[in-house]
């Protein structure tokens, strides 16, 4: 069952959306918080998989060769995926986290109410808003106000003022 949301908060999400998109807002994780079971953008493959592959060659290389060279593969491919395989797994959370959040009102509620989200200004960065505690509502309208107004929406509405103030003169 969809809740229902209100015109105003329908404006909020779209000039967030639009914040994000022309990149006045950078969208930040706090990967111990959301890399986690039950988010949203949780995949536990790219969890396990880093660390899987190196233990288990060096499984089958304990095997075939010997323990010292086994564990030797092992702890030197572990801290290989660890360091080099880690940036592009948190780049894919990111990305993966950025699209779903943007995708439709009811899951960046859902997303920002589990937490580990952070907003921040791209101008000035000491500027932000932390999931679940701090407002992304609040802290769009207060920074990105100008984001909210449709041109067509605001087009019309000037125009409709300046023919009623000309009917009136």
Request: hydrophobic residues 45%; charged residues 25%; glycine residues 6%.
């Amino acid at each position: 069952m969809t809740k229902r949301i209100n015109k105003a908060d329908r404006m909020i999400f779209k000039a967030l959306q639009k914040a994000l998109k022309e990149d006045k807002i950078h969208l930040c994780l706090i990967n111990s918080r959301v890399n986690i079971p039950g988010s949203k953008i949780y995949n536990p493959w790219e969890a396990l998989l880093p660390i899987l592959i190196p233990v288990m060659i060096g499984l089958i290389l304990i095997g075939a060769v010997g323990i010292l060279v086994g564990l030797a593969i092992m702890t030197i491919g572990i801290i290989l995926s660890s360091n080099l395989v880690k940036k592009k797994m948190e780049a894919r959370l990111l990305n993966r986290a950025l699209k779903m959040f943007t995708a439709d009102y009811e899951t960046c509620e859902e997303m920002w109410q589990f937490g580990g989200l952070v907003l921040v200004k791209s101008d000035d960065n000491k500027y932000g808003c932390i999931s679940p505690q701090g407002d992304w509502k609040e802290f769009v309208v207060k920074h990105f106000a100008s984001l909210m107004v449709d041109k067509k929406t605001a087009d019309n509405d000037l125009s409709t003022e300046v023919k009623s103030d000309e009917k009136a003169a």
